[in-house]
């Protein structure tokens, strides 16, 4: 999905939140910004708007000199996600369509988000999924959740392409609804916002329930291109890949066949792309 | 009030509403936005968003080619106002304070904004008149509008800087309650976004209750030192200044004395700075 001049003000938004966050100094925060504004005229909008996002983070993290600006928030959200695992297995396993609800509890941690523009950073992580607990799904095209079911069965390489630290928690218990074995975890190739790296994963145990490999990329997206020979081979092999978030949606939506998307729609403009609201919970894929 | 950075992705918004409104290809969308977006690099921040505000406006005029995009859209307010008078009128004569509700409905017609961030072009005009006319005013020092009755029933002259198209309706009501043969009426220079030009106060007779001027300049907002030098001597001769909306503030606000500014809260930055929320009935002067 190519990012559009609707995207700027968001680009300058998320500049802004992240320099008023961690800039020391008045003039830290104007170079952080001024920067952003200057690669704004020089961006091609071909590209896809996390390749924006990780050169936005990036030039953050480099004017604060600091390597991994949420390192504290990913702890902070893998702890707190794991503490609420009991009660949402619990909500699983009693609701009638079981699967379905693990997806969705999936689908809820990918509104811990600390820079996306419908990215909520104020609500308490528990009231966070309790309120996206009680929204349906909605499902792109049919029963996109029964074909991932399906799909994921008879598959032999399933390929989970995780987004954020702490969502990666609840992406743990869809994995355990997976055949056994068959499931490899991909995590970001670097600092990257709040997205997951291997030690976020291993903090939640993902290790229990699948390989953990990285994409080689530092960017909220998958944009294979860039990502590793090692990365791609497994993409290229796997028969049914699991896309979490939107940023893995925004690099991979043109991908045909056995892509899976689980994501909240965080900005208008992927939402008017879908025709939906902001804020829905998605399952899409394109098997129809 | 000078700009911030906080300002700049709201620049930008502004930039693609005119541009999505009047471009007439995704080439022209393109120019304005670009132009704009460059435009911001060299900003000095010391200046006021009214002077990015007109940038923006000349920008997609003259990308598009049209002297006064928002024309047909002042004569519609203009119309939709002056409908709604003898309602005000009664709603003013049976309250307890005719004066202070002259000036509540001088405010709500501040609502009429096609341009700013928190101008409402969704909601009928009718229903933005009935929501604000049921809000309290909020009196930044006291009791302002007390104060503006005192202050104008000595003043020799009264200058009013008037803002929008379709507010200067309303406007009638205020200044029918002022000293007659006192009151002069300052519209813009030239066309700039809604704001009401001298065609606009006479199509709603002002001409009937006040002599009506010009600023001199094309600008959102009244910087003295770019007015004409007869506005400028008519400002400085006059005992009472009452500026209307939130554009007139900023440029104004740090003038001391005579001032009593009446404005709806259209941006974060501004209500931040004056200490209350977006959308507020705002009346303040300086006479503490």
């Not at 480099?62 to 390192?71: F, H, I, N, S, W």
Request: glycine share 6%.
């Amino acid at each position: 999905l190519k990012s559009s001049l609707e995207c700027f003000p968001c680009f300058l938004q998320q500049a802004l939140r992240a320099a008023d966050r961690f800039a020391p100094s008045a003039a830290v925060k104007e170079r952080i910004v001024m920067s952003v504004l200057k690669q704004l005229q020089a961006f091609d909008r071909n590209r896809t708007s996390p390749e924006m996002g990780a050169f936005i983070n990036r030039t953050a993290r480099e004017a604060v000199g600091v390597a991994d600006l949420y390192a504290a928030e990913k702890r902070h959200s893998n702890r707190r996600v794991t503490a609420m695992l009991p009660k949402l297995q619990e909500i699983i396993v009693a609701s009638p369509n079981p699967f379905e609800t693990a997806v969705k509890a999936a689908i809820a941690g990918n509104l811990i988000d600390f820079t996306a523009p419908g990215g909520d950073v104020t609500t308490p992580l528990e009231t966070l999924f309790e309120k996206a607990m009680a929204k349906p799904l909605m499902q792109l095209s049919g029963d996109a959740v029964s074909r991932l079911q399906t799909a994921a069965k008879s598959a032999r390489n399933i390929l989970y392409l995780m987004d954020n630290a702490g969502e990666i928690a609840a992406d743990r218990l869809l994995i355990e609804m997976l055949p056994r074995g068959r499931v490899t975890a991909v995590v970001r190739g670097g600092p990257i916002a709040n997205d997951a790296l291997k030690e976020d994963a291993l903090s939640v145990g993902i290790d229990e329930v699948a390989e953990i490999i990285d994409s080689g990329l530092a960017l909220p997206g998958t944009l294979l291109h860039q990502c590793s020979d090692s990365f791609r081979s497994r993409f290229d092999e796997a028969d049914v890949v699991i896309s979490k978030g939107q940023g893995n949606f925004e690099t991979l939506d043109f991908i045909p066949g056995k892509l899976f998307f689980l994501f909240v729609t965080k900005c208008v403009t992927v939402a008017n792309y879908i025709g939906c609201d902001m804020g829905e919970l998605i399952v899409s894929d394109r098997l129809k």
